[in-house]
DNA sequence: GCGAATCGTAACATACGGTGTTACATGAAA
DNA sequence: TTTCATGTAACACCGTATGTTACGATTCGC
């Protein structure tokens, strides 16, 4: 199955965002996702029209977080891209007059709706803070491993 | 995204030959679920090396399931597909070696693995004698409601 | 043995969605 | 006004699930 990177982009486009005082282009984000600037501001717009970040146009332009770090959460984030749905399967309607077919979907959709239930309740408890918070430990922890190896910090 | 639906056609197929007591041919079992043969076989054949159904080439040939209802789980069928993966959202790794990149692949990775472990120990609790249950039961429901309603049973 | 029926599988076609790219209009600041 | 940036449409590209055709291999009934 093909899968849906955008949570993973805009996580990691808004972690660099967090990281800089000014607001960032999507330019600039294109360059740290390894992608391109539509595609950055397309997936962004999603977030824009949730209300959890802001562009503004024009000179000195970008995009900036409009929430506080502690307050968005990966679910927020999920529900924001209003991807369709967070699994690869899925059952087919082919017969939905088929009791056979019904059987089927109930026992499949009840599944699956626990899963995703509890993976929307993980996902609301990690917040954009808590990513912030351990990407720094990572930075603090190369950082000491590269002094001690002679590497740049 | 677009979903694998293989799961939901083997347990739709399953089903029906579950009612049947002669093996059932790829062109019945595609009438069944309004698909190919060949699709049929395809997809089939990932249960046969699975060893959860056998198939008899020839006249009077066809499907037939190898194992006992109650052994055979949505997991057992599930890890027989070889999906490559439940979710349709997953990290790119376009950049393995950005600090940022390796954060938000750590939070992701855990918190589908989580869902993923729920998933697959629910898919394991589920028996297709427990949906041939259910078929037996919504069956009985509308023979019911038929015999009321002067329609067929 | 012969022919019909069936599986096994390769090869190709089709549909669809995520992603990448170009182009251009809109808006804001120097 | 010029420049920079977003907003968005339009299209190309690619990978995957699915559908289709074709043909070889195997088994049963005659």
């Given at each position: 199955m093909k899968r849906d990177s955008r949570l993973s982009s805009v996580l990691h486009a808004l972690l660099h965002m967090a990281q800089s005082d000014a607001p960032m282009t999507s330019g600039a984000l294109a360059r740290c996702l390894a992608t391109n600037p539509v595609v950055v501001r397309r997936t962004m717009g999603f977030l824009?029209?949730?209300?959890?970040?802001?562009?503004?146009?024009?000179?000195?332009?970008?995009?900036?977080?409009?929430?506080?770090?502690?307050?968005?959460?990966?679910?927020?984030?999920?529900?924001?891209?209003?991807?369709?749905?967070?699994?690869?399967?899925?059952?087919?309607?082919a017969a939905p007059d088929c009791l056979v077919e019904q059987a089927v979907n109930a026992a499949l959709d009840a599944t699956l709706a626990e899963a995703e239930a509890l993976l929307l309740r993980r996902m609301g408890e990690v917040t954009l803070a808590d990513?912030?918070?351990?990407?720094?430990?990572?930075?603090?922890?190369?950082?000491a491993h590269d002094k001690e190896t002679g590497h740049d910090a």
């Open positions: 824009r029209r949730a209300g959890l970040v802001a562009s503004d146009r024009g000179q000195a332009g970008g995009w900036r977080i409009a929430r506080d770090l502690s307050t968005i959460t990966l679910r927020d984030l999920h529900l924001a891209l209003e991807e369709p749905g967070i699994f690869a399967i899925g059952h087919r309607n990513l912030a918070e351990d990407f720094a430990r990572r930075h603090a922890s190369r950082s």
